[in-house]
């Protein structure tokens, strides 16, 4: 019997990033983590578990202090540089290899001002954080439908949620913010102060800065009526839900969406792992007008299942949170369209019934409302006479199936192109859709590389839905 050994190494010189490194760390209150750390392979980490990179570095920043260092270190190291906020960004814009990670997970705190009705949250934030936050002073601001999302990603790119159409997207309730800059510079800006620089974090994504902090409007939502109504897969059902949307009072938000079938209480289990559509529901009008609200969802077409129930908003954004956790490989698309056409619809109906996974869905997102009574031109969010936002895409347990997964994605954003917008929200998209940056800021994208140009013209921040200067 022999035994396997394994020779004996050459001790290593310290390179010059390993010495830097400790400096670095005399620098930082909070974590710098490299490749020999026993957290690094947690560090290293994000929420889309498709994106496996080796950073040279992870700095988990606990203050605006600790992000400036990273930010300079990165520049004076020639290191690539992705920010991480919630970990959610499904391009996996929050690692990178190589480079530095600035890890703003451990900022979360939130400071309500509920006689203004304000809150400024720092960027490590989610929307967990913030709704529980708020949510003791009977407030809300449109936030992301699973509690787990951070608020930066979602802000910076436009955000829609489960209060669009009362109180307009998460970038329509940004007041200020608090940014370090491609030259580690920190400057405050608001409507007031640096307006190009605000203009652009409305909607413009991550490519002008790392933001720190956040300050919302708030709007009073203490309760509301929200949950899943389960409906057969049928197109009827779809172009019925387009006609509620019309005519809804904007306290009605509801998403469409076409999944498989969930193992719930509330959904018989002749139904469960079957493709359905369902329309999760968030009103936050009177309780007095209820059953008006359940009699319109009725309408829509045979109810199959339904979970529909007073309770504080925060909750509604919960509800998935289970059925999506850290570790799920996810690939998606995303579209805008001016109308949900019948074309769309069968297209949806088709690729509904091929669902490959039990987490993968499409939703779709109204726009409209409040989110209306904003221009196109008055925040980076360009798409203002879109009415319909759509997400779709596989997300899948076993990394075997990614070539399956990724093909019926592909395949599925192919059908839907000649019925929808050539562009579509940024946050809905992968990494492969760069050559789409153009369209989905139409007419703000000019405006958006000078802001650029002036901002960061050395592209430091360009792990992102990249706008070059």
């Known amino acids: ?165 009362r109180c307009g997207l998460t970038c329509d309730n940004l007041l200020s913010a608090d940014v370090v800059t491609a030259e580690g510079a920190f400057v405050t800006c608001d409507a007031g102060h640096h307006p190009d620089l605000f203009w652009a974090l409305r909607g413009g994504g991550g490519n002008f800065g790392i933001v720190t902090s956040f300050e919302y409007r708030l709007h009073p939502v203490s309760d509301i009526l929200g949950g899943p109504t389960f409906y057969p897969l049928d197109g009827d059902v779809a172009r019925a839900w387009t006609g509620l949307n019309a005519e809804a009072p904007e306290e009605l938000n509801t998403l469409f969406a076409v999944l498989l079938g969930p193992q719930v209480p509330f959904l018989p289990e002749r139904w469960h792992g079957r493709p359905v559509c369902a329309v999760l529901t968030c009103f936050s009008g009177p309780a007095d007008e209820d059953d008006t609200v359940r009699a319109r969802l009725g309408a829509l077409g045979p109810v199959i299942g339904q979970y529909l129930d007073r309770m504080p908003y925060p909750v509604i954004n919960t509800l998935f949170d289970e059925d999506l956790p850290p570790g799920l490989y996810h690939y998606w698309k995303g579209n805008f369209s001016r109308e949900l056409t019948d074309g769309a619809i069968d297209v949806h109906m088709k690729y509904g019934a091929t669902i490959p996974s039990m987490e993968s869905d499409t939703v779709i997102f109204p726009i409209d409302g409040a989110c209306h009574r904003v221009g196109g031109e008055d925040t980076a969010f360009a798409y203002r006479d879109a009415s319909y936002s759509a997400a779709f895409g596989a997300s899948y347990k076993d990394p075997a199936d990614t070539g399956h997964n990724v093909a019926w994605t592909r395949a599925y954003d192919a059908a839907l192109r000649p019925h929808t917008e050539e562009a579509g929200y940024i946050n809905f998209m992968d990494a492969d859709d760069q050559s789409r940056v153009r369209a989905n800021y139409r007419q703000n994208y000019d405006r958006l590389r000078a802001v650029k140009r002036q901002y960061d013209p050395e592209n430091v921040f360009r792990i992102n839905h990249n706008i070059a200067p």
Not at 33 to 39: F, K, M, Q, V
Not at 95 to 119: E, F, I, K, N, Q
């Open 1 to 165: 019997m022999t035994t396997r050994t394994t020779p004996p190494t050459e001790p290593t010189q310290p390179t010059d990033l390993d010495l830097d490194l400790e400096l670095l760390r005399a620098t930082v209150r909070g974590e710098v983590i490299g490749p020999a750390d026993p957290s690094y392979d947690e560090a290293r980490r994000v929420y889309n578990a498709l994106h496996d990179r080796s950073p040279a570095v992870v700095v988990r920043a606990v203050d605006a202090g600790d992000v400036i260092a990273a930010v300079r270190f990165a520049r004076d190291h020639a290191l690539p540089l992705a920010v991480r906020g919630g970990s959610h960004a499904v391009a996996g814009y929050g690692t990178c290899d190589g480079g530095l990670v600035a890890d703003l997970t451990r900022m979360r705190a939130v400071r309500v001002d509920p006689a203004a009705r304000t809150a400024r949250a720092e960027g490590g934030c989610t929307w967990g954080d913030f709704n529980h936050a708020t949510h003791a002073f009977g407030l809300a601001t449109t936030g992301g439908v699973v509690s787990t999302t951070g608020i930066a990603g979602l802000t910076l790119g436009g955000g829609m949620g489960n209060l669009s159409r």
